[in-house]
C-alpha cells in the first residue's frame, strides 16, 4: 500500500490528481483554498472519506496564515472557510463530518493562544487521517469474513484505496481477503458518467494483482443472471440512521438486480459517513451535476445531438431493506438497522 | 417520415451512416459485398428489421451480377452469398429471415431462367422493404392503444426509424401515441458501450418535436424509484417461442427494475423477429464483441489500464416471465406466450 491519496506535505495539500488516471500517476499541490474548492469539484480528491481528510486539512490550509490573534475574529474566518469548502459537493456525509471536526476542536480550545489552536487543528486534521487508515483497514477486517475464497464480486465506482488514504472501503474488504490468501475474482462497472470504476478501481486492483474484470453497468443483470456473481460490495457517500444508503448513480440499481438474483448486498464505509441528524434516506441531498458529464467531457465529440436534455445525478439512495449488512470499522451492522446502528454509534 | 435508414438506389444499397450520428446525416452508397459485411459489422447499418433489408438486398446486390446461366451454379453462389452475410452478426433473427427469404424466392422459381430469378429476387427484396413499413405501422397502431396521456416512456438503445426503414418498433409506438395527441415523455438510456440511446434514439426523437431526456444506463432505477417512469419499451434482436427475448445489453436489467418497481415492460417487434425453431432464451447465440467498445473506441484516450480484461456481450436475455407484453404487426401478444406465439404465427 505504497500510494497516499492525499496528505500533508511541503507545507500544502498533495494529492494524486485522479483526473489522470489511468493514464498517468500525476500528483499535485494545492496551496490555496480555491485551488481545493476546484479539485474537490473536479473530482481530482474524490471518495467520501478522502474528502473527510480533505476538509481536515482544507481548514487547517485556510486558518494557518491567518493573522488574527484573537479567538472571535479566527472563529469568523474559520466558519467562513467551512462555509465556503460546504457549499463544494452536497452529498459525502464525510466532508461536512470533517468540517465539524474542526469546527469542535477549535472551540474546544477556545482560551488558548490563536497560534496554538493552528497547531491543535493541524493534528486534528492528522488524526483524521490515521483515522482513516485504521478505519479502511477494520472494515478490511470486518468485511473480509464475508467473504469465501472463489467469490467473484461486483462493485461499482471507486470505493478503494483512491477514495480514502491508502487502502479503501469496498476494495479494502477485497485486499483483506486476498490477504487471507482467499481466490477471488472482481467485477468492476465502469460508473458512468465519470467513468471511476474504469478508470480508477481497475487500475488500482489491477496494480495490486487483483483478478478484475471491467464491464459497462448495464451488464451487471446479465452476469448475475448467468450466476457469475456471488456477492456486490459498494462504498457509501451518507447513511441515513435508518440505514438508508447514498452512493454513487448506480448502486440502487445492483441493489434491485442483488435482491432479485439472491445475491448478499453489501454497504462498506466507516463510521463518519453515518448522519446522526438524519432518520432516512429521503434527507440526503443529491448533488446534480454538468450535463456535459454525460454527453461530452469524455467524449472525442459529442455523443448526443447539441441541447439535448440530460438527468444526471450524482448519487442514488439504495433503501435499507436491500442491503444485507453494513460493513464498519466497529463491525458489521445487520438489519434491524434502526436499532443496531444506534448501538453501534452509541446515540 | 422523410429519411429512409435503407434502400436500393442507383444500383446499390444506400444507407444512412449511422457511426457519423448525431454529428452529421451522411448516407453512403454500398456496391459489394464485403463493403455491406463491414458495415453491418461496424453498425453503419444496424436494427433488427433494418438488417432483415440488408440481408435481402445483400443478396440483391451478391447476385445480380452473377454471370451463371445454369440453376445448380446459380444457386451455389446464391448459398455462399447467403453463407457469407449470415457469418457478420449472430443473434439480431430478422437478418437470418432475411436470407431465407432470399433463398426460398430462388428455390420456388428455380425452373425459370436465371435472369427471371434476379428479378423475383429484387422484387422480394423490395416487399421486405414494403412489409417493414407496414409492420412498424401496425405496431405502433397495437402499441399505442397501450400508452396513456402523460405516460413517461423509458427505452434503451434505438428501435425506431433508424433501426428500421423509416418508423421503428417501440418508437413507433410513441410516434403513433403522439399522432393521436397523447402528450408523451420520454426517458432514453444511453446504452453502453455503443451508445446508440444517445446518439440515435435521441437524433431521430428530437428532430420528431419528441420530449427526450437522455440519461447514462445507471440512472434508470433511480429514475423509476422516484415515480418517474411509467411505461419501458424496448424493441428485439430474436424472440424464441416462449416469448423469451434477445435485445441489446441493457434491456433484462431494465426488465428486473420494471418488475420491482411494478413498471410494465413491453417488448415491440415484428413476426420476422420470432425464431421458429427455438423454444426458450437458452438457445439464443449472444455476440460478444471487441473490447475496446468499452474501454476506447469513444474516447479522447483509452478510460481503461491497457490490458484489462473487459467483459463484452452485446445482447442479452430478458425471460418471458418479466414481459408484460409483445407488441407485434399482427396484435398484442400476452402471456401465457407459449400458447399466444403459436397462435398469432400460425404453427
Given at each position: 500500500m505504497d500510494l497516499k491519496t492525499i496528505e500533508w506535505k511541503a507545507n500544502a495539500i498533495k494529492?494524486?490528481?485522479?483526473?489522470?488516471?489511468p493514464r498517468k500517476l500525476e500528483y499535485i499541490y494545492i496551496r490555496d483554498l480555491k485551488s481545493l474548492w476546484q479539485a474537490i469539484k473536479e473530482l481530482k480528491v474524490r471518495g467520501a472519506p478522502a474528502l473527510g481528510v480533505a476538509a481536515g486539512l482544507g481548514v487547517y490550509l485556510g486558518i494557518k496564515d491567518l493573522r488574527v490573534k484573537d479567538f472571535a475574529r479566527f472563529l469568523q474566518q474559520l466558519e467562513r472557510i467551512i462555509k465556503y469548502l460546504a457549499s463544494c459537493r452536497p452529498t459525502a456525509r464525510n466532508l461536512f463530518w470533517g468540517l465539524e471536526k474542526m469546527r469542535q476542536a477549535a472551540l474546544k480550545n477556545k482560551n488558548k493562544p490563536v497560534s496554538s489552536i493552528k497547531r491543535i487543528i493541524f493534528t486534528e486534521a492528522q488524526k483524521i487521517i490515521e483515522e482513516d487508515r485504521s478505519a479502511c483497514r477494520h472494515i478490511g477486517y470486518y468485511g473480509a469474513k464475508l467473504i469465501k475464497g472463489k467469490d467473484a464480486i461486483l462493485t461499482i465506482c471507486n470505493a478503494g484505496a483512491l477514495a480514502t488514504i491508502d487502502y479503501g472501503t469496498a476494495l479494502g474488504v477485497i485486499y483483506r481477503a486476498r490477504e487471507e490468501g482467499k481466490n477471488i475474482k472482481v467485477f468492476a462497472c465502469?460508473?458512468?458518467?465519470?467513468l471511476q470504476g474504469a478508470r480508477l478501481t481497475t487500475w488500482e486492483l489491477k496494480r495490486k494483482g487483483v483478478d478484475v474484470t471491467l464491464i459497462c453497468d448495464s451488464m451487471a443483470a446479465a452476469l448475475m443472471q448467468q450466476g457469475k456473481i456471488s456477492k456486490v460490495i459498494a462504498g457509501a457517500d451518507r447513511i441515513a440512521l435508518n440505514g438508508d444508503t447514498a452512493n454513487k448513480i448506480g448502486t440502487y440499481n445492483l441493489a434491485v438486480l442483488s435482491k432479485y438474483h439472491q445475491i448478499p448486498f453489501y454497504i462498506a464505509a466507516p463510521l463518519s459517513t453515518f448522519d446522526f441528524s438524519i432518520e432516512s434516506g429521503k434527507d440526503i441531498p443529491i448533488e446534480e451535476r454538468d450535463k456535459k458529464e454525460v454527453t461530452?467531457?469524455?467524449?472525442?465529440?459529442?455523443?448526443?445531438?447539441?441541447g439535448i436534455k440530460v438527468f444526471n445525478p450524482a448519487f442514488d439512495v439504495t433503501p435499507?431493506?436491500?442491503?444485507?449488512a453494513i460493513i464498519t470499522d466497529k463491525g458489521i451492522i445487520r438489519p434491524h438497522y434502526k436499532l443496531n446502528i444506534k448501538k453501534i454509534l452509541d446515540i
Amino acid at each position: 500500500m505504497d500510494l497516499k491519496t492525499i496528505e500533508w506535505k511541503a507545507n500544502a495539500i498533495k494529492i494524486i490528481d485522479q483526473t489522470k488516471l489511468p493514464r498517468k500517476l500525476e500528483y499535485i499541490y494545492i496551496r490555496d483554498l480555491k485551488s481545493l474548492w476546484q479539485a474537490i469539484k473536479e473530482l481530482k480528491v474524490r471518495g467520501a472519506p478522502a474528502l473527510g481528510v480533505a476538509a481536515g486539512l482544507g481548514v487547517y490550509l485556510g486558518i494557518k496564515d491567518l493573522r488574527v490573534k484573537d479567538f472571535a475574529r479566527f472563529l469568523q474566518q474559520l466558519e467562513r472557510i467551512i462555509k465556503y469548502l460546504a457549499s463544494c459537493r452536497p452529498t459525502a456525509r464525510n466532508l461536512f463530518w470533517g468540517l465539524e471536526k474542526m469546527r469542535q476542536a477549535a472551540l474546544k480550545n477556545k482560551n488558548k493562544p490563536v497560534s496554538s489552536i493552528k497547531r491543535i487543528i493541524f493534528t486534528e486534521a492528522q488524526k483524521i487521517i490515521e483515522e482513516d487508515r485504521s478505519a479502511c483497514r477494520h472494515i478490511g477486517y470486518y468485511g473480509a469474513k464475508l467473504i469465501k475464497g472463489k467469490d467473484a464480486i461486483l462493485t461499482i465506482c471507486n470505493a478503494g484505496a483512491l477514495a480514502t488514504i491508502d487502502y479503501g472501503t469496498a476494495l479494502g474488504v477485497i485486499y483483506r481477503a486476498r490477504e487471507e490468501g482467499k481466490n477471488i475474482k472482481v467485477f468492476a462497472c465502469e460508473t458512468r458518467p465519470l467513468l471511476q470504476g474504469a478508470r480508477l478501481t481497475t487500475w488500482e486492483l489491477k496494480r495490486k494483482g487483483v483478478d478484475v474484470t471491467l464491464i459497462c453497468d448495464s451488464m451487471a443483470a446479465a452476469l448475475m443472471q448467468q450466476g457469475k456473481i456471488s456477492k456486490v460490495i459498494a462504498g457509501a457517500d451518507r447513511i441515513a440512521l435508518n440505514g438508508d444508503t447514498a452512493n454513487k448513480i448506480g448502486t440502487y440499481n445492483l441493489a434491485v438486480l442483488s435482491k432479485y438474483h439472491q445475491i448478499p448486498f453489501y454497504i462498506a464505509a466507516p463510521l463518519s459517513t453515518f448522519d446522526f441528524s438524519i432518520e432516512s434516506g429521503k434527507d440526503i441531498p443529491i448533488e446534480e451535476r454538468d450535463k456535459k458529464e454525460v454527453t461530452g467531457l469524455f467524449f472525442k465529440r459529442p455523443i448526443a445531438p447539441a441541447g439535448i436534455k440530460v438527468f444526471n445525478p450524482a448519487f442514488d439512495v439504495t433503501p435499507h431493506r436491500l442491503i444485507s449488512a453494513i460493513i464498519t470499522d466497529k463491525g458489521i451492522i445487520r438489519p434491524h438497522y434502526k436499532l443496531n446502528i444506534k448501538k453501534i454509534l452509541d446515540i
